[in-house]
């Protein structure tokens, strides 16, 4: 049983249909579901699954060796090859004759463990191209394949045929997994640990989300309460650096000075970590939209788990520590509506992309983003949830509400007020609400026309969904 990864498994798929030489790479962050997606792959092929070990060469070549003679029937599993080149030349010869993939998971684990395995596969890959019908998959975590395959100096570069960089579950997947939830409670889940397979595998939708965030962030011995620092010591090579700078910013130092005057680094040594934490998805980088000047960009937390966890779990270490769970959550519930807004913001932009990637939407915008100023008139910042633009003539503009209270008519006339400043000809608006629309509301919707309230329910209705129909009762293997 599996969820989702209908893209991907495509592109798998049609590689494998082929019957030419590929050579695929699949990449990510840890927990994300790598590892699921190639077993659903092989589903049925005939393939050769190794996975890498943190150990020496002799340890993987052995495991190598035994994976591949359990594959062909080999009687004698103390019989080993007596090199990674030895043993993948086999391969690549019986391919010659029959469809075969080949999965190395956890690549970085091997490759660091020999010095020649890279080599060999660089070797044999340009010798066997041509003939073989070999199916090769790599599979790790991204720092590493970028700097190792896709780098211009790389012993791989240029070699691959496919490139795949799995992201963690949007909230439309999110909300296939969890059926005794309630519309609030999906997004609430999605703001708390994200769409990171195994963080949702944490989260048992027969309990409240009180009782969930107790028995994961507010847990000593849960798997949650210490998996951003686990993560950053398995992804980065000085994670207490990378973990001074995300500090910062969860912590409101959200431009570069900021955050180097927090964490005592220097400015451009903080960039380079930011660009790894951008690139790694758990901190973006946002100018306001139309306008690109770097002076004005600033520094947000986009993974959900590291931003719940940097929010809420340090300041409240010392009585989780105690156990005093109970505690620690009343001092963060006050604070989850506040938290929730940018949450709410990254949903309702996931719903406009599947609008207008459905042909749906009234604006056909190229990109999405928040937009914010100083009104020096009226000595207040102005701000904008999302825009989008079409060209110069047409835009839409939206206000995300997750508040308790419906929405009035009021939110409109600001959202409208506020596109005045921006000249376009054509203008369409979208109000998105947790709770609802006033009658108002409505009524002043409806006359203007090109106004499209939503509300929370229908964000987790099919119709969010595309054309996917292979919902079954979804189960993460990690």
Not at 331 to 357: A, H, N
Not at 412 to 430: A, I, P, Q, T
Request: proline residues 3%; charged residues 25%; contains cysteine.
């Amino acid at each position: 049983m599996f969820i989702g990864r209908t893209r991907e498994q495509e592109v798998l798929n049609n590689l494998y249909k082929s019957e030419r030489f590929e050579f695929a790479v699949i990449c990510g962050r840890r927990r994300v579901g790598k590892t699921a997606l190639i077993n659903q792959f092989i589903v049925g092929k005939k393939a050769i699954y190794f996975t890498g070990v943190e150990s020496n060469e002799k340890q993987n070549l052995e495991i190598f060796s035994k994976s591949v003679m359990d594959f062909f029937g080999g009687e004698e599993t103390e019989a080993y090859f007596s090199s990674f080149q030895s043993a993948l030349e086999y391969i690549f010869k019986i391919a010659e004759k029959e469809r075969l993939v080949l999965v190395i998971d956890e690549y970085p684990y091997a490759d660091r463990s020999s010095k020649s395995l890279g080599y060999a596969l660089q070797f044999l890959i340009d010798k066997y191209k041509d003939s073989s019908k070999l199916m090769l998959v790599l599979c790790g975590s991204l720092p590493y394949m970028e700097e190792n395959i896709f780098g211009d100096n790389a012993s791989l570069y240029d070699r691959k045929t496919a490139q795949i960089r799995l992201l963690p579950f949007d909230f439309e997947e999110v909300c296939q997994y969890f059926k005794n939830f309630s519309d609030e409670e999906k997004a609430l889940v999605y703001g708390i640990v994200g769409g990171t397979p195994h963080y949702l595998l944490q989260i048992n939708d027969k309990l409240s989300i009180e009782e969930n965030i107790k028995n994961t962030y507010l847990n000593p011995t849960s798997f949650l309460h210490e998996e951003p620092t686990n993560l950053l010591k398995q992804e980065v090579r000085e994670p207490a650096v990378y973990t001074a700078i995300i500090t910062a910013i969860a912590n409101g130092a959200s431009r570069m000075s900021e955050i180097s005057g927090k964490t005592g680094e220097d400015t451009n040594v903080c960039s380079i970590y930011i660009k790894n934490l951008i690139n790694l998805g758990i901190v973006k980088k946002e100018t306001p939209y139309s306008d690109k000047s770097s002076r004005k960009s600033v520094y947000s937390i986009e993974d959900n788990m590291f931003r719940f966890w940097y929010r809420f779990v340090p300041a409240n270490n010392s009585i989780i520590a105690r156990g005093a769970a109970d505690l620690a959550y009343n001092r963060i519930s006050p604070q989850l509506s506040g938290y929730m807004d940018k949450v709410f913001q990254e949903i309702c932009k996931q719903y406009l992309w599947k609008k207008l990637i459905s042909g749906n939407c009234p604006v056909e915008f190229t990109s999405l983003g928040s937009w914010w100023s100083s009104n020096s008139k009226a000595k207040n910042q102005e701000s904008i949830d999302i825009m989008g633009e079409q060209d110069k003539d047409t835009a839409l503009f939206a206000e995300c509400e997750w508040t308790d209270e419906k929405t009035d008519s009021g939110v409109l006339k600001d959202l409208v007020n506020r596109s005045g400043l921006f000249e376009y000809k054509e203008k369409h608006y979208y109000l998105f609400s947790k709770s609802g629309f006033t009658k108002a509301c409505i009524d002043k919707a409806k006359e203007m026309g090109n106004v499209n309230p939503v509300e929370l329910s229908d964000l987790t209705k099919t119709v969010f969904a595309d054309d996917r129909n292979d919902y079954a009762v979804p189960v993460w293997l990690i």
